[in-house]
């Protein structure tokens, strides 16, 4: 059986119109929506055509990405595949959840690395990452430095937040220190290359940009 919120969710598009709306980057369902459990949010991921991030009940689809942003993604995305090959890590890019059980949240980011052996149960979702990145937008960078951040340092395993400009050619990588402070250290063309130190994987800053047509 679907749950309350599939069958709602059907009726709009039988009728062809949207229950979403747009706010602050992220697009949010339209009242009247249910209060979902996990479970219930996981069955509408499953049958649903559009992505959606969970936030204690509440859903929120995710809209479309800019050339740049993809470009940036896939070639951090391909470089960090071959560096972790036969390590034990795994590289996700954009399709897998990163779940947030203390908060009750689901995100999507653009993307996580795991090493964690206990994700490989978890073909849906990590719960483990030791590496989350996001590229920014303008309808998101708000999101990603605030709020999303603060719900991502409760993710004990979690060892650094990487954000990626897609305006001009800045990282930056927010590294959590043994005191479990979280610590920034910038990088631009000027450095030449970057480092993420949870993977000891460093990197060109032209060939992160490769390819990217700044607007």
């Known amino acids: 059986m679907l749950c309350p919120y599939i069958a709602w969710y059907n009726l709009f598009q039988n009728l062809g119109t949207s229950p979403v ?82 908060l009750n949240r689901y995100y999507y980011p653009d993307i996580l690395v795991t090493c964690d052996p206990r994700d490989r149960d978890t073909p849906l979702e990590k719960r483990f990452p030791r590496l989350i990145v996001e590229v920014l937008s303008d309808t998101t960078e708000a999101f990603d430095r605030g709020d999303k951040f603060t719900d991502y340092q409760e993710l004990t395993s979690l060892q650094e937040y990487v954000l990626i400009n897609t305006k001009r050619k800045r990282v930056e990588c927010f590294r959590r220190n043994p005191d479990r402070f979280w610590v920034l250290q910038s990088y631009t063309e000027q450095q030449e290359t970057f480092h993420l130190e949870s993977i000891d994987f460093t990197e060109a800053i032209e060939s992160l940009y490769e390819d990217v047509i700044f607007a």
């Open 21 to 102: 709306l747009h706010l602050f980057g992220l697009t949010m369902i339209a009242q009247p929506q249910p209060h979902l459990t996990p479970a219930e949010y996981l069955q509408l991921e499953e049958h649903s055509a559009l992505k959606h991030e969970y936030i204690d009940g509440q859903i929120y689809a995710m809209s479309g990405a800019t050339d740049a942003h993809v470009t940036v993604a896939l070639n951090l995305a391909s470089a960090l595949r071959s560096h972790v090959r036969g390590s034990g890590c795994r590289v996700y890019i954009a399709d897998m959840k990163a779940r947030i059980d203390s």
